[in-house]
């Protein structure tokens, strides 16, 4: 923002106040007029015979017409007035070119506050164009006098990562051998633990650990184990979640509780398989047989097959016996 150039703005400025003053006067004549025929309407409508009704009326709605003409002209006068009236006078014109030549004084002192700084920086600026690299970052900035200033920096260097202490994964890796990441979370937060936030920690915070360093959840150590809930225990063997709890608790399955709320999980020992048993005269209980190797998955899917349809003919079996000792 050169001086030339604020003189430069100051004329245009000038040009702008004569057209407005110009436009100012012929609002004021328009004004001039519409008061004249209002008042000669006035003085027509006075001097009417009152007898003649019919030119008395005609007097009237002209007289009434040069009256709401003068007050368009003076309303469309002060419409124009408001959006005009921010217009430089002498004093502000003089300021001006003196705060062109102390504005990098102005600028350094230490009354001006940012926010000050802030503004004067939009008063100034029309836009900034920034071109981003590797190492560098160029900004095009461009003045409202039209000049443009080009200005290049040097990327700061990025800060390293925060990350969670090695000796904290560890610990979190053998939590999840015992429960999910809220048990995890509590157990850290109970030994008085704290993130690289020195925070405590959350559900999220253990996901978030765990996915960024590829520790498996323990749904997935659970299943890789072999355990399973009762409920899908239950669907593979054709029973209750009841029946699944009964054969824990006679010994033929193993669990295992984990997390805050004690959910029990639950596993078919290795190299066993359970055979439900059945009701009846002839009452079998559910004894464990060992399991039998399937050498491809088509001989699994034939096994499978083969122990649905042994179920189905017990339930049978039973249902026959029933309907025996009822006849």
């Known amino acids: 923002m050169t001086p030339m150039a604020v ?18 006067q012929h609002h004021q004549l328009r004004i001039t007029r519409a008061r004249y025929e209002c008042d000669a309407g006035r003085r027509r409508f006075m001097l009417v015979d009152p007898a003649n009704r019919l030119v008395a009326a005609g007097l009237e ?3 009434n ?9 003076e309303d469309e006068l002060g419409r124009f007035r408001a959006e005009t009236q921010d217009q430089l006078t002498t004093d502000m014109r003089r300021r001006i070119m003196a705060l062109c030549g102390d504005l990098s004084r102005l600028w350094s002192d230490p009354a001006v506050v940012d926010r000050e700084r802030k503004e004067i920086l939009a008063l100034l600026i029309e836009d900034v164009t920034i071109l981003s690299e590797h190492t560098e970052i160029a900004a095009h900035v461009r003045l409202r006098g039209g000049a443009c200033r080009t200005l290049t920096l040097t990327r700061s260097t990025v800060a390293p990562r925060k990350r969670t202490p090695p000796h904290i994964v560890a610990q979190i890796d053998q939590l999840l051998e015992l429960g999910d990441d809220d048990f995890v ?28 360093r590829n520790l498996h959840s323990h749904r997935e150590r659970r299943d890789a184990s072999g355990y ?16 699944i709890r009964h054969w824990a608790q006679s010994g ?28 009846g005269p002839h009452a079998k209980p559910p004894r464990i047989v060992p399991a039998l190797t399937c050498h491809s998955s088509e001989h699994g899917s034939s096994l499978w097959k083969i122990g649905r349809v042994a179920s189905r003919c017990f339930a049978v079996r039973n249902v ?3 309907v025996h000792r009822c006849l």
């Open 252 to 279: 033929l399955l193993e669990r295992c509780s984990c997390g805050h709320r004690h959910r029990w999980y639950y596993r078919v020992p290795v190299g066993a398989d359970i055979v439900k048993g059945y009701g």
């Open 65 to 73: 017409a040069h009256l709401s003409e003068l007050a368009a002209a």
């Open 7 to 24: 003189e430069m703005t100051l004329a245009i400025q000038s040009e702008l106040d004569r057209r407005i003053a110009e436009s100012e």
């Open 185 to 212: 979370a509590q157990k850290l937060n109970a030994a008085g633990i704290r993130n690289w936030r020195n925070r405590s920690f959350t559900k999220g915070h253990i996901a978030n650990v765990r996915k960024g």
């Open 61 to 63: 709605a002209e007289w």
């Open 228 to 243: 399973a809930t009762a409920g899908e225990l239950a669907t593979r063997y054709n029973v209750t979640r009841t029946t």
């Open 320 to 322: 026959c016996s029933t």
